[in-house]
């Protein structure tokens, strides 16, 4: 009778299209209410605990970063670099928009912030120098993913919080190198897919002029050194992550305020009031899904879901192929915070009964769910897409498959090879 009624709630709240921090967080206060007999007063001090840890102060200070260098002009200098540098190749505006969309995500941490700020200024580039309608949309869709694998990476920071726990610890320095070299790699195969088409569809080209390239370069240098100086701080050991996101802002505010003067103080509030609106959200997620996680393993779900993975796996290659089918099957119906908070410390303890790198585990954990941005029904990037460029769903999922077939190849690669995340980590102390 009481499953019964959850299974009501649940479906009824889904049918309302309610978001899905209330879903969670909804279905999780019922289970408790049902099958576990502890004060409610412990149940509230788990959320507040669960957002009540300094390694999540990064998380408003990245986002606000980013909102303000799409608002304004460090994401327009970029991509001017951008194109000046690969505007001569077939294809060469649509590899900018890769290129660009990799500098940016390596400020901002978060994909739909990097779709927007690059979309909105490539997208009508593209289409006026002839690109036909479904390259710029898969390209910028799918390059806007590259958000949260390039760190700083808000799903890396959550990813590391939710997995330390009692005799594990997952460096969140070791885990943003580690997406170096994964992030590259699929950046290179996307920009391989851009070039593919540009010969294929015979695309124009725009003939290169040093002078032009040296007069962005010098334009962009400001923003270039936007991602040495967060990274860079970071690895040298000069300070935290968190102490690297309020850098980033910082940084982010005097360039447009006083360096470019093309934000004022009434546009910094405004985005810094935008920015407010979505962290509400993503904490309220953290929050809910912790309760939900905390019921599962009251109920020794993570041990009996080891119990079961140990009769049917029978090695370490097995688990990986059956956590990345798992991630890509939840990212069809989950966000890829969501996803992490319920799904990682579920399998934490079986990867390491595996001799699973927790490392290398993020980052599959990271670009599964990268794929999950771009797949039906609950593809975040393809409802940005829709909105930022006023297209049918349909037409920007066409467009994005050639170049989430990309994505996919990465992840296999990253999966059956190791060593091309963990490689970096081994000169991090």
């Not at 649940?10 to 408790?32: D, H, N, P």
């Not at 605990?49 to 303000?68: E, Q």
Request: glycine share 8%.
């Amino acid at each position: 009778m009481e499953l019964t009624l959850v299974l009501l709630l649940l479906l009824t709240l889904i049918l309302l299209g309610s978001q899905l921090f209330l879903v969670i967080g909804a279905m999780s206060l019922t289970l408790f209410y049902f099958y576990v007999d502890i004060p409610m007063f412990d149940v509230i001090k788990t959320m507040f605990d669960s957002v009540n840890k300094s390694a999540l102060l990064s998380i408003p200070l990245y986002v606000f970063a980013g909102a303000v260098m799409s608002r304004g002009e460090i994401a327009k200098r970029l991509i001017d670099l951008a194109l000046s540098t690969f505007g001569w190749m077939k294809g060469g505006l649509a590899v900018a928009a890769v290129i660009a969309c990799m500098f940016f995500a390596a400020i901002s941490g978060s994909s739909p912030v990097t779709l927007i700020a690059i979309g909105t200024i490539m997208y009508p580039a593209m289409i006026k120098n002839g690109y036909p309608d479904k390259i710029p949309l898969g390209v910028l869709t799918v390059s806007g993913s590259l958000g949260i694998l390039i760190p700083p990476s808000i799903p890396m920071i959550i990813y590391s919080v939710v997995v330390s726990g009692p005799g594990i610890y997952v460096d969140i320095n070791k885990l943003f190198i580690a997406g170096i070299i994964p992030g590259v790699v699929t950046g290179i195969f996307l920009m391989a897919m851009a070039m593919f088409q540009g010969k294929k569809y015979n695309l124009p080209t725009q003939p290169f002029s040093f002078k032009s390239f040296i007069v962005s370069f010098q334009k962009g240098i400001p923003a270039l050194l936007m991602p040495i100086l967060i990274l860079g701080g970071i690895y040298s050991g000069i300070y935290t992550v968190t102490e690297a996101a309020a850098v980033g802002a910082i940084y982010a505010i005097l360039l447009e305020l006083f360096y470019f003067r093309e934000m004022k103080l009434k546009d910094i509030v405004d985005t810094l009031y935008e920015s407010v609106i979505v962290l509400g959200i993503i904490f309220m997620i953290i929050a809910m899904a912790t309760v939900f996680n905390r019921f599962l393993t009251l109920q020794e779900v993570p041990m009996m879901l080891l119990d079961w993975m140990q009769t049917f796996v029978t090695s370490k290659g097995v688990f990986l192929f059956m956590t990345i089918i798992l991630l890509l099957i939840v990212g069809l119906f989950m966000d890829s915070i969501s996803a992490i908070l319920i799904i990682a410390p579920l399998l934490m303890y079986t990867a390491v009964s595996y001799e699973v790198d927790l490392i290398h585990l993020g980052i599959i954990f990271i670009l599964a769910l990268e794929i999950g941005y771009l797949t039906p029904p609950v593809g975040i990037n393809l409802f940005v897409s829709c909105g930022l460029f006023n297209k049918p769903f349909v037409q920007v999922i066409k467009a994005s498959v050639p170049y989430a077939l990309c994505l996919l190849i990465a992840l296999i690669l990253v999966a059956v090879f190791p060593e091309i995340s963990l490689f970096l980590t081994r000169f991090v102390e």
